[in-house]
């Protein structure tokens, strides 16, 4: 495995046929390694697997949460190791952004609601850094989670209306025992927090598998299932939208999205389930 | 040589070791035939010079100004033709744009001045659709003239800001014998206009010579040689601005650059010159 922290290393590697990127900010958990085997499963002759780890300041709207977001390059190396990854690429912020860009990719639609409404800028922030890799990466597939499902639409739409030519691999939610979604947010959570938190995708479940089809009634159920636990449980948002437009939905008469937001103490936690329509 | 029409004809193209882009909305004229012909100066073994041939509605803020627009394909393709051209490369709008895209690329320092306080919008369509054709086509290098100075430094930002490994060549602005710079527009002018547009040049060039170092006093003079004309030249702007950044210039204490756009008649006119700096 090799780790390359320059863009110049990277522009002199020789180029294989395939190349697969897994993009990350690091923190890697077991989320993260799923992506990885996911990008691995694409390995033939001649496949290159890369893993990014980069913490993107321009996509943090709150400093703070940039300075809390969690670091742990050894346990990544590690993981990377483990997975057969064959590069790592961690490029500096004096590289990524030797002076302010000028020059965004935006997105106007995808990027508005659910988490993007709460997050102003984040999805700019996320489209033009996922642009600047894909450029300097030049990867034929890029893998990313479920569970940054908006974001996961958004890529897809840049992908399509810039023309480029990478196949994006989505990954399905991993899951503690307990059924909250893994993320690195979660290392912020005490043992406490982290039980409680289980009612996020006990309320999703419970949503998904609900027979009714109007929307507000479905959204009632998952909340009245998540104030059980209001003592350390604050909803962000519960939505349910259409699921390739992220439209809100009134009926479901369609593929659709439930999605949840909520803060459990200081930490913010997003997770969403699909839900199918016949 | 190639006429490509379709992006799945482009994709299955056996790429070449260096490919040359010189993006045109077609109407060739003089000026892309120098463009071309520098493309031309990088082909050695096993390069493609990729001439595109796109009127990108995305850029026009004025629907009578893409009618308007002059369309010349015959003529295109035979100057294409004697100049060695590999491939034309000429998508259609519902294959460049099969619904209305979301993710756009934008600026927001360099194309706000100039012909970008004129004509809103206008660099963010200029953007996307180099950047749509630069994921198209993968070029090496991509060819832009300096008539469109704004444009150019725009893209060169884009370049940079977004990671592309692509050098961008920029062309000097070639000239009718009476000094009025080539453009796809001058096909719009009478003959008369033509004659009397030829004092944009001469204004030009009397503000690069002048031995003065404060940019008003600098534009007051070209302003009075426009002004000789004023019976058919309508001064849109005449700025004087750093080369670098494209901000107003007080004084001439760095490379600059002395910018016009002018309407005659109905055709709206721009044309520039370098002041340097000793």
């Known amino acids: 495995m090799q780790v390359i922290r320059t863009i110049k290393e990277l522009s002199v590697l020789e180029k294989s046929k395939t190349v697969v990127l897994v993009p990350t900010m690091g923190a890697?958990?077991?989320?993260?390694?799923?992506?990885?085997?996911?990008?691995?499963?694409?390995?033939?002759?001649?496949v290159t697997l890369?893993?990014?780890?980069?913490?993107?300041?321009?996509?943090?709207?709150?400093?703070?949460?940039?300075?809390k977001y969690p670091r742990t390059i050894d346990e990544d190396y590690k993981m990377c190791e483990e997975e057969g990854v064959d590069i790592i690429f961690m490029p500096s912020d004096s590289e990524m952004y030797p002076s302010r860009p000028l020059v965004n990719v935006t997105e106007t639609s995808l990027s508005k609601g659910l988490c993007g409404s709460k997050r102003p800028g984040?999805?700019?922030?996320?489209?033009?850094?996922?642009?600047?890799?894909?450029?300097l990466i030049k990867p034929n597939y890029a893998v990313f989670g479920k569970k940054d499902y908006q974001q996961l639409s958004v890529i897809r739409q840049l992908v399509k209306d810039l023309n480029y030519d990478i196949k994006i691999?989505?990954?399905?939610?991993?899951r503690?025992?307990?059924?909250?979604?893994?993320?690195?947010?979660?290392?912020?959570?005490?043992?406490?927090?982290?039980?409680k938190s289980a009612v996020i995708y006990k309320a999703l479940n419970a949503?998904?598998?609900?027979?009714?089809?109007?929307?507000?009634?479905?959204?009632?159920?998952?909340?009245s299932i998540l104030e059980e636990e209001s003592k350390c449980?604050?909803?962000?948002?519960?939505?349910?939208?259409?699921?390739?437009?992220?439209?809100?939905?009134?009926?479901?008469?369609?593929p659709a999205l439930a999605a949840i937001a909520v803060k459990v103490g200081k930490t913010r936690l997003i997770d969403n389930i699909e839900i199918d329509f016949e």
Chains 1, 2 share one sequence.
Do not use: W
């Not at 700019?124 to 894909?134: H, I, P, Q, S």
């Open 169 to 174: 691999v989505a990954v399905d939610t991993q």
């Open 28 to 46: 890697l958990h077991e989320g993260h390694r799923k992506l990885i085997q996911e990008g691995s499963t694409l390995k033939t002759d001649n």
């Open 176 to 195: 503690e025992v307990n059924g909250l979604a893994i993320s690195s947010r979660n290392q912020q959570l005490t043992t406490k927090e982290k039980e």
């Open 122 to 135: 984040h999805f700019d922030g996320v489209c033009t850094v996922v642009t600047k890799l894909f450029n």
């Open 233 to 254: 449980i604050h909803i962000d948002y519960i939505e349910i939208v259409d699921r390739t437009n992220l439209n809100k939905l009134e009926i479901i008469d369609r």
């Open 207 to 223: 949503m998904a598998k609900s027979s009714r089809t109007v929307s507000s009634e479905i959204i009632d159920l998952g909340k």
């Open 50 to 67: 890369i893993v990014s780890i980069y913490i993107n300041p321009i996509q943090f709207n709150d400093a703070v949460d940039l300075e």
